[in-house]
């Protein structure tokens, strides 16, 4: 099970100190992204959707962090291929791994909502549509004024 409070600290990590802040700040974000990311399951059961559009802000704005920490990791190791095995050790061995993977499922079930509420927008959509449809049929009809036989022309 995932552990909350694992640190990279915990692990005896055999590489440098900066890349162990880095991973350590890359575990962070990816915790902040976790939490969020149950806040918008939780959200996505409601119709706020400013709520909504500020967790997908915020989490696009901590997976742009996460990415400019794994490039300054990459700078740090320098090699392509040592930076993908050293990084896949690190992850399993920290937790990161098992984090992502939680993060993975949990984002599945947001998506399976999400399109279930897309989907019954589209339908109250197609609803109104066709009221508006009906209104412009009858209303169109009758658009003329009616002829009485006592009126002259």
Same mark, same amino acid.
């Given at each position: 099970?995932?552990?909350?409070?694992?640190?990279?600290?915990?692990?005896?990590? +055999?590489?440098?100190?900066? &890349?162990? /802040?880095?991973?350590?700040? +890359?575990?962070?974000?990816?915790?902040? #992204?976790? $939490?969020?990311?149950?806040?918008?399951?939780?959200?996505?059961?409601? /119709?706020?959707?400013?709520? @909504?559009?500020?967790? %997908? $802000?915020?989490?696009?704005?901590?997976?742009?962090?996460?990415?400019? &920490?794994? $490039? *300054? &990791?990459? !700078?740090? &190791?320098? /090699?392509?291929?040592?930076?993908?095995?050293?990084? +896949? +050790?690190?992850?399993?061995?920290?937790?990161? #791994?098992?984090? %992502?993977?939680?993060?993975?499922?949990? /984002? *599945?079930?947001?998506?399976?909502?999400?399109?279930?509420?897309?989907?019954?927008? !589209?339908?109250?959509?197609?609803?109104?549509?066709?009221? @508006?449809?009906?209104?412009?049929? #009858?209303? $169109?009809?009758?658009?003329?004024?009616?002829?009485?036989?006592?009126?002259?022309?």
């Amino acid at each position: 099970m995932f552990s909350k409070n694992k640190t990279i600290k915990d692990v005896s990590l +055999k590489l440098p100190a900066e &890349i162990n /802040d880095f991973i350590e700040k +890359k575990l962070e974000l990816l915790r902040q #992204y976790f $939490n969020i990311t149950e806040l918008l399951n939780s959200q996505l059961d409601f /119709d706020d959707l400013t709520a @909504i559009i500020q967790l %997908l $802000n915020k989490r696009r704005d901590l997976i742009q962090n996460i990415k400019k &920490i794994e $490039n *300054r &990791i990459k !700078r740090a &190791i320098g /090699d392509e291929t040592q930076f993908n095995t050293m990084m +896949k +050790k690190n992850e399993e061995d920290c937790g990161i #791994y098992e984090l %992502l993977k939680r993060i993975e499922s949990l /984002d *599945r079930e947001c998506l399976i909502k999400a399109n279930q509420k897309l989907s019954l927008l !589209r339908k109250e959509i197609t609803e109104k549509k066709n009221i @508006i449809k009906i209104k412009k049929f #009858y209303s $169109n009809k009758f658009h003329h004024q009616p002829r009485f036989l006592d009126v002259r022309r």
